[in-house]
């Protein structure tokens, strides 16, 4: 199984709301990552854990808030967001930090 | 100041003949380095990666290159068949910040009947 799952595909939020990103990843991977992607541009690092801990957290506003209850659960929190955060959020996960990082098929969320 | 380069946004090229995908970085203390396929509405897929301890590695019909005195890496598709369609993501990491990967700009790559 070499599949990282994202739900829900598409979220429309509204700046008032508070909603959460969920990824799951059963390959037994060590490190887990959140990534944001705007159109026609790379995917840009917001967090990474390794061994369910924080390690690097890309100077992302407080109102995005990862959480990792497990080894194969990732969750991003959201509130009060802005129009600008609409994107593609992706995440991926890898056997240790420096492998291959194996991705989702990302949240595109809408912020109105 | 963009690291890892990729400097043709877009290249078509004709089925069955050879794709190649250029990348170019600026630091040099960048040892590991991945090729990522992505088509629209998916998040990337892993194709292929390489050490700065090669300077080749392939799998199947995709080679990868690196030329570390240029800082310059290709990948190659051959035979480039339809599927190949996609954008193609260079991406780089050094062993001190192994967590993170930078990516380049991708390339968005056609391939013609």
């Known amino acids: 199984d070499t599949e990282v799952t994202q739900t829900p595909k598409h979220l429309v939020m509204g700046m008032t709301n508070k909603k959460s990103l969920k990824c799951e990843q059963h390959?037994?991977?060590?490190?887990m990552y959140w990534y944001k992607q705007k159109a026609k541009k790379p995917p840009e690092l917001m967090f990474v854990?390794?061994?369910?801990?924080?390690?690097i957290n890309e100077s992302v506003p407080s109102r995005f808030s990862p959480e990792c209850p497990n080894s194969s659960l990732l969750n991003l929190h959201l509130h009060a967001l802005q129009p600008e955060d609409s994107a593609l959020y992706l995440c991926?996960?890898?056997?240790?930090?420096?492998?291959?990082?194996?991705f989702g098929p990302g949240t595109r969320l809408t912020v109105t | 100041d963009q690291q890892v380069k990729q400097n043709s946004p877009s290249l078509s090229v004709q089925e069955g003949r050879i794709s190649i995908l250029n990348c170019d970085y600026t630091?040099?203390?960048?040892?590991?380095f991945l090729w990522y396929k992505k088509y629209p509405a998916e998040g990337p897929t892993f194709l292929i990666s390489?050490?700065?301890?090669?300077d080749k590695n392939e799998d199947g019909r995709f080679t990868v290159f690196l030329n570390k005195s240029a800082k310059h890496l290709s990948l190659h598709i051959v035979p480039s068949q339809p599927g190949d369609s996609a954008v193609y993501f260079c991406?780089?990491?050094?062993?001190?910040?192994?967590?993170?990967?930078?990516f380049g700009s991708g390339t968005r790559l056609s391939i013609r009947p």
């Open positions: 991406a780089a990491s050094d062993d001190s910040s192994a967590s993170k990967i930078i």
């Open positions: 854990y390794s061994y369910e801990k924080l390690s």
């Open positions: 630091n040099s203390m960048f040892d590991y």
């Open positions: 390489i050490s700065s301890i090669k």
């Open positions: 390959m037994g991977h060590r490190a």
């Open positions: 991926a996960s890898s056997q240790n930090r420096g492998y291959e990082q194996y």
